[in-house]
């Protein structure tokens, strides 16, 4: 399995394969078809409040990671989180596409981290975590 992130304004190349667009918000100016997504997963993106404080506090990506990676231990994450790791698993080559300027330091670079395996992901971040989560989900809906 292969992971790239790309800016979703640049074109698409038969090379990105399947194209997973993990922002909260459409990138402006761009219509479904020129993105070409494959599949939006926006809950998987940082929270608005997080997501605003990191536009003003670019200087402070160390930060914005850590929180980020805690956000995602949260409930509203994991179904999302799941899905992602479903892709990774099924797709020979996933590229996660970004809005952000940065090309470096954004979401999409953190969640390759946790795909590739880069850093331990929090407890709860992981697939096994992901999929708990799913199964709870799943049994209190059954109650």
């Known amino acids: 399995m292969t992971i790239a992130i790309k800016r979703v304004y640049e074109p698409p190349s038969e090379a990105d394969r399947s194209r997973i667009l993990v922002d909260r918000l459409w ?8 993105a070409k997504v494959d599949e939006w997963l926006r ?5 608005n409040e997080l997501r605003r404080w990191y536009h003003t506090h670019t200087e ?11 956000e995602l231990t949260q409930p509203g ?19 996660l596409l ?10 999409a670079a953190v969640l390759k981290e946790l795909l590739d395996g880069v ?20 049994a209190i809906r059954r109650r």
């Open 27 to 34: 990138p402006r100016g761009l219509t479904k078809e020129q």
């Open 43 to 47: 809950d998987l993106a940082p929270s």
């Open 60 to 70: 402070q990506w160390p930060s914005f990671r850590s929180k980020y990676l805690k």
């Open 77 to 95: 994450y994991q179904e999302s989180l799941q899905r992602l790791y479903e892709l990774a698993r099924k797709k020979k080559r996933l590229t």
């Open 98 to 107: 970004y809005a952000s300027k940065n090309e470096t330091r954004n979401n």
């Open 119 to 138: 850093r331990k992901p929090p407890k709860g971040t992981g697939p096994a975590g992901a999929y708990g989560a799913r199964e709870r989900k799943s």
